[in-house]
Protein backbone atom coordinates (compact mmCIF):
# COMPACT_ATOMS: atom_id res chain seq x y z
CA UNK A 1 0.00 0.00 0.00
CA UNK A 2 1.36 3.56 -0.91
CA UNK A 3 2.49 5.75 2.25
CA UNK A 4 2.04 9.41 2.56
CA UNK A 5 5.38 10.83 1.51
CA UNK A 6 4.56 13.40 4.43
CA UNK A 7 3.92 11.59 7.52
CA UNK A 8 4.41 8.46 6.61
CA UNK A 9 1.07 6.75 7.12
CA UNK A 10 -0.33 4.02 4.26
CA UNK A 11 -3.02 5.17 2.32
CA UNK A 12 -5.68 3.68 0.76
CA UNK A 13 -7.21 6.84 -0.90
CA UNK A 14 -6.82 10.61 -1.19
CA UNK A 15 -9.14 13.58 0.25
CA UNK A 16 -9.51 15.53 -2.86
CA UNK A 17 -10.56 19.10 -2.85
CA UNK A 18 -11.95 20.96 -6.04
CA UNK A 19 -11.42 24.15 -6.57
CA UNK A 20 -13.61 26.25 -9.27
CA UNK A 21 -12.00 29.34 -10.72
CA UNK A 22 -13.73 32.80 -11.19
CA UNK A 23 -14.15 36.37 -10.01
CA UNK A 24 -15.63 38.84 -7.93
CA UNK A 25 -16.91 42.47 -8.75
CA UNK A 26 -18.95 45.00 -8.56
CA UNK A 27 -22.14 45.60 -10.81
CA UNK A 28 -24.15 48.39 -10.13
CA UNK A 29 -22.60 48.20 -6.68
CA UNK A 30 -23.75 44.93 -6.32
CA UNK A 31 -21.10 42.14 -5.79
CA UNK A 32 -20.79 40.16 -9.12
CA UNK A 33 -19.66 36.63 -9.01
CA UNK A 34 -18.69 35.22 -12.34
CA UNK A 35 -17.36 31.37 -12.63
CA UNK A 36 -15.04 30.31 -15.54
CA UNK A 37 -16.93 27.59 -15.79
CA UNK A 38 -20.40 29.35 -16.85
CA UNK A 39 -18.53 31.75 -19.04
CA UNK A 40 -15.99 29.94 -20.88
CA UNK A 41 -17.36 26.55 -20.09
CA UNK A 42 -14.38 24.91 -19.86
CA UNK A 43 -12.76 23.25 -17.07
CA UNK A 44 -11.57 25.66 -14.65
CA UNK A 45 -10.78 23.44 -11.61
CA UNK A 46 -7.80 22.78 -9.82
CA UNK A 47 -7.60 19.38 -7.69
CA UNK A 48 -5.96 19.48 -4.28
CA UNK A 49 -5.41 15.65 -3.30
CA UNK A 50 -4.54 15.31 0.86
CA UNK A 51 -3.77 12.84 2.51
CA UNK A 52 -6.31 11.32 5.00
CA UNK A 53 -4.10 10.91 7.98
CA UNK A 54 -1.99 14.15 8.12
CA UNK A 55 -4.59 16.46 5.98
CA UNK A 56 -1.34 17.83 4.08
CA UNK A 57 -1.63 18.44 0.41
CA UNK A 58 0.78 16.25 -1.42
CA UNK A 59 -0.13 16.02 -5.10
CA UNK A 60 -2.06 19.01 -7.11
CA UNK A 61 -1.63 16.57 -10.36
CA UNK A 62 -4.27 14.24 -11.18
CA UNK A 63 -1.71 11.83 -12.64
CA UNK A 64 1.13 11.94 -9.87
CA UNK A 65 -2.10 11.05 -7.35
CA UNK A 66 -3.17 8.39 -9.41
CA UNK A 67 0.61 7.06 -10.12
CA UNK A 68 1.21 7.86 -6.05
CA UNK A 69 -1.68 4.94 -5.40
CA UNK A 70 -0.65 2.49 -8.20
CA UNK A 71 2.63 2.77 -6.01
CA UNK A 72 4.02 0.41 -3.17
CA UNK A 73 5.62 3.63 -1.41
ZN1 LIG B 1 0.09 12.07 5.80
Known amino acids: ?41 ANNYKYVFKCPGCDEIIFENIEKAIEHLKSSK
Open 1 to 41: MPQCPSCGEKISHLKVEKIEYGSLSLFNEEPYWEWYNDVYG
